[in-house]
């Protein structure tokens, strides 16, 4: 069945991500094992609530801050939270809206509040636009949803809210179990291996 929907994730495949400078961060700050807590893969239940928005940005500082000498602010724990979060290359946003002339187009995060405000902030500076929300139909963050990546349901949320079939709906993700989430909710679903890849070649070759 052709292809109709496009659902894209944001960190990895259009915004560059580097979860080493985020580890490495804490590591500085006093937490020398946070890849134990946190990597693409796998992380501890902290991060999952928060990204659900299961708690607020207070809760997870106040979670973090446990974790961390009393000397540590608030602000440090962000700017280091903050710290893998890079650069939208020009050249995506540009595809995005061709994109968008030919197919209902949708961005869906696994994402929190701390790092909306910074990546809002960055594409400010650098891309000199407010928001996603010209790019896409509709952009969907896992905080606002109360559920997350890779669970089947927040894909049936997105495809029962917009009236899309899910055997029309491509989902593109970096994460492996992402991806095999998207598949079990009946989407077609596409690994991208950022080293390799761009999310503009990957998608000029699927809908060739």
Same mark, same amino acid.
């Given at each position: !069945?052709?292809?109709?929907?496009?659902?894209?994730?944001? @960190? @990895?495949?259009?915004?560059?991500?580097?979860?080493?400078?985020?580890?490495?961060?804490?590591?500085?700050?006093?937490?020398?094992? /946070?890849?134990?807590? /946190?990597?693409?893969?796998?992380?501890?239940?902290?991060?999952?609530?928060?990204?659900?928005?299961?708690?607020?940005? %207070?809760?997870?500082?106040?979670?973090? %801050?446990?974790?961390?000498? *009393?000397?540590?602010?608030?602000?440090?724990?962000?700017?280091?939270?903050? #710290? !893998?979060?890079?650069?939208? *290359?020009?050249?995506?946003?540009?595809?995005?809206?061709?994109?968008?002339?030919?197919?209902?187009? /949708?961005?869906?995060?696994?994402?929190?509040?701390?790092?909306?405000?910074?990546?809002?902030?960055?594409?400010?500076?650098?891309?000199?636009?407010?928001?996603?929300?010209?790019?896409?139909?509709?952009?969907?963050?896992?905080?606002? !949803? @109360?559920?997350?990546?890779?669970?089947?349901?927040?894909?049936?949320?997105?495809?029962?809210?917009?009236?899309?079939? *899910?055997?029309?709906?491509?989902?593109?993700?970096?994460?492996?179990?992402?991806?095999? @989430?998207?598949?079990? #909710?009946?989407? %077609?679903?596409?690994?991208?291996?950022?080293?390799?890849?761009?999310?503009?070649?990957?998608?000029?070759?699927?809908?060739?």
């Amino acid at each position: !069945m052709a292809i109709k929907n496009i659902i894209l994730d944001l @960190g @990895g495949v259009l915004l560059n991500i580097d979860y080493h400078k985020t580890i490495e961060s804490f590591k500085e700050l006093g937490i020398p094992n /946070f890849e134990e807590l /946190f990597t693409q893969a796998k992380q501890e239940h902290l991060f999952d609530k928060y990204e659900s928005g299961l708690i607020d940005s %207070k809760d997870f500082i106040e979670g973090l %801050k446990k974790k961390l000498p *009393p000397s540590i602010s608030e602000d440090d724990i962000k700017s280091a939270w903050n #710290a !893998m979060l890079l650069d939208f *290359p020009a050249k995506r946003l540009d595809f995005l809206l061709e994109l968008k002339k030919e197919y209902n187009t /949708f961005l869906l995060s696994n994402t929190n509040p701390i790092h909306l405000e910074a990546f809002h902030k960055i594409i400010r500076q650098n891309n000199g636009i407010e928001s996603l929300d010209n790019h896409f139909d509709k952009v969907y963050f896992s905080s606002d !949803m @109360g559920n997350r990546k890779p669970n089947p349901e927040i894909f049936l949320q997105v495809c029962n809210e917009q009236k899309l079939k *899910p055997s029309e709906t491509l989902f593109i993700d970096d994460t492996e179990q992402h991806v095999e @989430g998207a598949k079990k #909710a009946g989407l %077609k679903a596409e690994h991208l291996n950022i080293e390799k890849q761009d999310v503009i070649e990957l998608l000029d070759s699927l809908l060739a």
